[in-house]
């Protein structure tokens, strides 16, 4: 269907990524085993092979990190978006033991991040706040509207793989669809220079 390739080089971090439609696997070094792991999920439910390679500052920290790969991230998913007939809307409900998150997703050019704790914890924690800021990303630079509610709550590694699984699941079903849903605004004309 596609192959998409970025380079995004900053003094904070070097990513090379590509992105295409297949459900091979994908791989993926950040420096950071933990979202090697996340974004092996997210590309294992959402059937985009990705591969990725950052060398980041994560000596100093992992924010640049996680927020210059989301950026790279949503630069691919615009690709896809804008070049290929996605179904707009999707939705995925995923357990994980006692976790439980719901991802709902709209491909509308608008970009936002909804971001629920329906528990009755406080959530805040370095590893989410992280996953936030890589999120946040994403949404910005492909210009999708992503809301995560964090339905149930038993660790934050099931809420940070359930949040990965959602979003790869959605993306799975508006790739899969067919986009036979005609928009009340018609289709908008676009030029791309």
Not at 27 to 54: A, D, M, R
Not at 102 to 118: A, H, V
Request: some cysteine.
């Amino acid at each position: 269907m596609y192959n998409y390739t970025i380079r995004r080089t900053t003094l904070e971090t070097d990513i090379v990524g590509s992105i295409c439609h297949s459900n091979n696997i994908g791989v993926i070094k950040t420096g950071i085993p933990f979202l090697n792991h996340i974004l092996s999920q997210w590309s294992t439910y959402s059937e985009l092979c990705l591969k990725l390679h950052c060398n980041g500052d994560i000596t100093t920290d992992y924010h640049h990190t996680f927020e210059d790969i989301g950026i790279v991230l949503g630069m691919l998913m615009h690709n896809i978006i804008i070049k290929n007939n996605l179904f707009r809307y999707s939705y995925a409900i995923v357990p994980m033991d006692g976790t439980l998150v719901r991802c709902c997703i709209d491909l509308s050019g608008r970009p936002g991040l909804y971001w629920t704790n329906n528990t009755r914890r406080n959530l805040f924690n370095p590893t989410l706040e992280l996953i936030y800021a890589l999120l946040n990303s994403l949404v910005l630079n492909s210009r999708i509207n992503i809301h995560i509610d964090i339905i149930k709550f038993d660790s934050m590694h099931h809420v940070a793989e359930a949040i990965f699984k959602s979003f790869g699941v959605c993306l799975f079903h508006s790739i899969n669809s067919i986009q036979n849903m005609n928009s009340t605004k018609g289709c908008p004309i676009i030029y791309w220079n």
